[in-house]
């Protein structure tokens, strides 16, 4: 008989529950990985809400922190016993898309209608942990192509410290990344949930010196001070287009991350740029976008509008561990809570509904 582990699985909309299932078999290019940390990612929600279509049964979650436990015959290079962490994104980068730069859409394809979670593409992407296959809030999980996925935990670094690598920082940073940010820019970054916050320390160290946060809740704000704002604008207190113009003296800023996924802010990330400046979009979109005519520059104002989904593999792992181990940038204060895996439906209600201050949860199995 297959020994078992506990896993969390979506049934149905509205209902992720805590069941046995067999703990992986392991092929040549795979790697088990015993789970020490993990979290609750927004798009978790998404999927608890039946917005984002999984089977039913699925493992959730897709931000691994865990131990070695045992290795595919072809995976070289790793260790039974080793700390490592994975990407969200697990690509085998053997697709067109992987070997031509973009191996975040590893497996994407587009299709010609029908509805498919991303209208016109069939966006499964690299993103397999959870979505796929069977993710990482379980006690065990099974990394896929893990020589290309696995990258190995310095010792001197705390499960908490590295938590937000394989998602949360990746996307933030992207998102910084794509708003072509030049020393000395202005930037706003709209929405300071993690991921927003994680843009703004993103955007701090591609060199920005003025940066600009937007949010309705003044504790996620006073975080982002934190993390390299030097400006906060609360939305309900004023109209932060008409704030960051003020604050540019008209100009308006060189670029604007919108790390939400809302209508209004991704208008309102058009609407504050400079001619010729850049949207960065990170959210993830329910619905059709309208771009205004008038910010828009009707098409011809040099815009970039650049878009991400959070960059995975174990070289991108690297360079954010090399961040974190540098102390550059300390995100321990994201986390601001812990569950075992044992309550991880009650961890959910708390993360769904955003209470007692949540930004993201520890769950230890």
Known sequence: ???????????????????????????????????????????????????????????????PVGVIVKLGSAVQGYQEGQRVIAGAICP????????????????????????????????????????????????YVLVPDAQGNLAPVPDHLTDEEVLMCPDIMSTGFVGAENANIKIGDTVVVFAQGPIGLCATAGAKLRGATTIITVDGNDDRLAVS??????????????????????????????????????????????????????????????EDLRIPLGPFGAGLGDHKINTALCPGGKERMRRLLNVVGSGRVDLKALVTHEYK?????????????????????????
Not at 46 to 60: D, F, N
Not at 99 to 120: I, K, P
């Open 1 to 63: 008989m297959a020994a078992m582990m506990k896993a969390a699985v979506f049934v149905e909309p509205g209902r992720i529950e805590l069941v046995d299932k067999p703990i992986p078999d392991v092929g040549p290019n795979d790697a088990l990985i015993k789970i020490t940390t993990t979290t609750i990612c927004g798009t978790d929600v998404h999927i608890l809400k039946g917005e984002y279509p999984v089977e039913k049964g699925l493992t959730v979650g897709h931000e």
């Open 92 to 139: 085998n980068f053997n697709s067109y898309a992987a070997q031509d730069g973009a191996a975040s859409q590893d497996g994407s394809y587009l299709v010609a209608s029908g509805r498919c979670g991303c209208h016109g593409y069939k966006l499964t992407a690299g993103w397999r942990f959870g979505n796929l296959i069977d993710g990482t809030q379980a006690e």
């Open 225 to 286: 001070r934190k993390l390299g704002a030097d400006v906060t604008i609360n939305f309900r207190n004023a109209d932060p287009v008409e704030e960051i113009l003020k604050l540019t003296g008209g100009k308006g800023a060189d670029s604007a991350i919108e790390a939400l996924g809302t209508q209004i802010t991704f208008e309102q990330a058009l609407r504050c740029i400079r001619p010729g400046g850049t949207v960065s979009s990170l959210g993830v979109y329910s």
């Open 341 to 365: 895996l044992d309550n991880i439906v009650e961890a959910y209600d708390l993360f769904a509904n955003q209470r007692d201050g949540v930004l993201k949860i520890a769950i230890k199995p």
